[in-house]
């Protein structure tokens, strides 16, 4: 038999202010909010879980309690790291004993907004900037220290503001609601175009797909003459075709199958460069980087690469040694 939840509470009675303690408690347990996501409900099996200590503490009455934890296990979907906010706010209703359909419309209402400015905030600016900086040290340095910093900064960022969001909300009581509502528009938006010129910066840096191929006799590298036009135009236009693809309805999904089709089949026909390091029978390096599954135009022999300035001394040093073995002797410079 299915459990009618009641509208309102049977003791009316506002409960004492939830400890520090506790609410530190339940930041904690929001990490596990989308531990048992399902399409029915989404977040909210995690929802219940992350908010339960502050229930049993408002709630002695056990049916008050049972009809609390019935309503808090309704639909829920918001961002895993802004979750606190909306918990401060309906902690701060259940205190004080509201009627549990106000509770219930004032969770959606809050929580919905999160999506976007969560995105925004974490995905389209956090992890793009923290990230583009780690991932220089680690590519250009080889050093392990760039995931660390990484991880160590991004925890750092999103425990503070669970923190935060949990005592300022639950203080704040209904009223943050407002608040979030009112310029949820505006900061979603500028924090998306702080994104989006950080992704662009990373896509200039770091995009580093280019053409293999040579054509002409002599062989003219079809890459430089794209460098000519415009540095990095291969990535800019894989980017841009991306975008038109998802604007016409394409997941992402189906986009990053793409890429690795584009990708596999590129590099079996010689059309993407690469760097596999690899090398023939005698040791030395294979032009371009490797050799394709299909050979359609020949790769020029790369330039003799310019000596050092002690390898110069050892080659010199050499001729000098056998001329001296055949009698004749050469002194060189101090």
């Not at 992350?50 to 229930?55: A, D, K, R």
């Not at 600016?125 to 040290?137: D, H, Y």
Request: glycine residues 8%; proline residues 5%.
């Amino acid at each position: 038999m299915a459990y009618n939840i009641p509208e309102r509470y049977q003791d009316l009675t506002p409960a004492p202010k939830l400890d520090k303690k506790t609410l530190n408690k339940m930041v904690w347990m929001s990490c596990f909010l989308q531990a048992s996501f399902n399409y029915e409900r989404m977040q909210a099996c995690g929802w219940l879980w992350g908010i339960l200590p502050g229930l049993k503490k408002i709630h002695t009455n056990k049916e008050d309690l049972k009809a609390s934890m019935a309503h808090n296990l309704d639909f829920l979907n918001t961002h895993p790291f802004l979750v606190t906010f909306v918990m401060g706010i309906v902690l701060s209703l259940e205190q004080n004993k509201v009627d549990t359909a106000t509770i219930r419309s004032v969770r959606i209402s809050a929580a919905g907004p999160l999506g976007g400015i969560g995105d925004a905030l974490f995905w389209l600016t956090l992890v793009p900037i923290v990230g583009g900086i780690t991932a220089n040290l680690a590519l250009e340095q080889a050093s392990i220290l760039g995931a660390v910093i990484f991880l160590v900064v991004f925890n750092a960022v999103q425990f503070a503001i669970r923190y935060f969001l949990m005592h300022w909300s639950y203080n704040l009581g209904t009223s943050a609601v407002g608040m979030l509502t009112s310029n949820a528009k505006e900061f979603t938006r500028a924090a998306s175009i702080l994104g989006i010129f950080t992704v662009g910066a990373l896509i200039a840096n770091y995009g580093s797909t280019s053409l293999r191929i040579a054509i002409a006799d002599p062989a003219i590298n079809v890459q430089s003459l794209l460098d000519g036009i415009m540095p990095k135009l291969i990535p800019l236009l894989i980017t841009c075709g991306l975008y038109a693809l998802i604007k016409k309805g394409w997941t992402p999904i189906k986009c990053i199958v793409l890429i690795l089709v584009c990708g596999i089949a590129g590099t079996a026909l010689g059309i993407w460069t690469g760097n596999s390091q690899a090398i023939d029978e005698n040791g030395a390096g294979i032009n371009g980087g490797y050799n394709p599954l299909i050979q359609w135009y020949e790769y020029p022999a790369p330039a003799p690469a310019e000596k050092t300035g002690q390898q110069a001394w050892d080659a010199t040093q050499g001729v000098v040694d056998q001329l001296a073995e055949e009698g004749i002797n050469v002194e060189m410079p101090e």
